[in-house]
T-cell receptor, first 113, second 111 residues
Framework: DAGITQSPRHKVTETGTPVTLRCHQTENHRYMYWYRQDPGHGLRLIHYSYGVKDTDKGEVSDGYSVSRSKTEDFLLTLESATSSQTSVYFC????????????FGPGTRLTVL | QKEVEQDPGPLSVPEGAIVSLNCTYSNSAFQYFMWYRQYSRKGPELLMYTYSSGNKEDGRFTAQVDKSSKYISLFIRDSQPSDSATYLCAMRDNAGNMLTFGGGTRLMVKP
C-alpha cells in the first residue's frame, strides 16, 4: 500500500458524534487525498492537500474538514457524523514518477448508526 | 450524466478467456488514463497507466485509448481466477491535481 497506513480500519459510531480518520505516510509525499467509495458512485474526492497546511476541496467536501500539520499525516474529520457518511474512506498519495499516479491506502470502513 | 461511465457488471467469464473492460468519458481535456484493480475489502492498486492515445502492454494486460471516441479499454488475456476483482478506470487532465474515476466493473473469472 505504498507506505500508507490508515487508522482506524473499522469504526462504528452514532449520528451526531465527531469522527477523525488518520492517514499516515512514510515517504514524504507532498500530495495526499481523501476519497469515499460507495456502491454506484465509485471513488469520489473529498479533500486533498498539496503541502503542510495547504488543502483544497474535492467533489464531495460538505460535512468534512481536513488538516495537515505534518507532511506524513493527513486527517479527515466529520464534525457531526450522519448516516449518509457511512462509507469506505480511502487515503491516497501522489507518486513522484512525474506521471501523477495515485497510490491508495487500505481503507477505513465507517458505519454511522 | 457522469463524466466517466463504466458498466458495473458483474462480468463473468471462464478461466482462459479474453476479457474486455471499457470506460467512456465526456471531458476532452483528459490526457492521462489509468486502470486500477481492487480486490474485495482492499484499496485500489494501480495496474496500468497510459498517456494520450494508443496501446500499452504489460504481460497479460493491454490498455488502449481512443481519444477520438473518448473510449478506453483494458484487455486481459488468458484470464485467471486471481483476476477476479473490481476494475476502475481513472483519468485526469494536464493540471493533474485530481483524478476522475469510473464506478468500476466487477469481474469474476470462473475456474
Amino acid at each position: 500500500d505504498a507506505g500508507i497506513t490508515q487508522s482506524p480500519r473499522h469504526k462504528v459510531t452514532e449520528t451526531g458524534t465527531p469522527v477523525t480518520l488518520r492517514c499516515h505516510q512514510t515517504e514524504n509525499h507532498r500530495y495526499m487525498y481523501w476519497y469515499r467509495q460507495d456502491p454506484g458512485h465509485g471513488l469520489r474526492l473529498i479533500h486533498y492537500s498539496y503541502g503542510v497546511k495547504d488543502t483544497d476541496k474535492g467533489e464531495v467536501s460538505d460535512g468534512y474538514s481536513v488538516s495537515r500539520s505534518k507532511t506524513e499525516d493527513f486527517l479527515l474529520t466529520l464534525e457531526s457524523a450522519t448516516s449518509s457518511q457511512t462509507s469506505v474512506y480511502f487515503c491516497a498519495i501522489r507518486g513522484t514518477s512525474g506521471n501523477n499516479e495515485q497510490f491508495f491506502g487500505p481503507g477505513t470502513r465507517l458505519t454511522v448508526l | 450524466q457522469k463524466e466517466v461511465e463504466q458498466d458495473p457488471g458483474p462480468l463473468s467469464v471462464p478461466e482462459g478467456a479474453i476479457v474486455s473492460l471499457n470506460c467512456t468519458y465526456s471531458n476532452s481535456a483528459f490526457q492521462y488514463f489509468m486502470w486500477y484493480r481492487q480486490y474485495s475489502r482492499k484499496g485500489p492498486e494501480l495496474l496500468m497507466y497510459t498517456y494520450s492515445s494508443g496501446n500499452k502492454e504489460d504481460g497479460r494486460f493491454t490498455a488502449q485509448v481512443d481519444k477520438s471516441s473518448k473510449y478506453i479499454s483494458l484487455f486481459i488475456r488468458d484470464s485467471q481466477p486471481s483476476d477476479s476483482a473490481t476494475y476502475l478506470c481513472a483519468m485526469r487532465d494536464n493540471a493533474g491535481n485530481m483524478l476522475t474515476f469510473g464506478g468500476g466493473t466487477r469481474l469474476m473469472v470462473k475456474p
